[in-house]
């Protein structure tokens, strides 16, 4: 089955770098947008940043210019570069992705299982 598996997080101190990766395996013929959302403790799941496949990328207000969003389409993975976090990064990042699966001849949405960011002050 299509999986998407998230890595990179972890505790940085404010002002420092992340670079989280979520890689795509399984029975997949293509995907298309990927994106990165997160959710603060209680707060609502946000989107922070997406692209295409080929390559287009929008960003939420907040995190442009701080963030960037890549993909390496030949490993089937995505990256979000974060520069100069703050305690407000503070959150779960996930990836989701929009994939065609040949298991299911469908194409879905799925997400990956979250990876912590903790940005000390």
């Known amino acids: 089955q299509v999986q998407l598996v998230e890595s990179g997080g972890g505790l940085v101190q404010a002002g420092g770098s992340l670079r989280l990766s979520c890689a795509a395996s399984?029975?997949?013929?293509?995907?298309?947008?990927m994106a990165w959302y997160r959710q603060a403790p209680g707060k609502q799941r946000v989107l922070v940043a997406s692209?295409?496949?080929?390559?287009?990328?929008k960003y939420a207000g907040s995190m442009k210019g701080r963030f960037t969003i890549s993909r390496d389409n030949a490993k089937k993975t995505v990256y979000l570069q974060m520069n100069s976090l703050t305690p407000e990064d503070t959150a779960v990042y996930y990836c989701?992705?929009?994939?065609?699966?040949?298991?299911?001849?469908?194409?879905?949405?799925?997400w990956g299982q979250g990876t912590q960011v903790t940005v000390s002050s």
């Open positions: 989701d992705a929009d994939i065609w699966s040949t298991s299911i001849m469908r194409r879905s949405k799925y």
């Open positions: 692209i295409t496949s080929a390559g287009s990328t």
């Open positions: 399984g029975p997949i013929s293509s995907i298309y947008e």
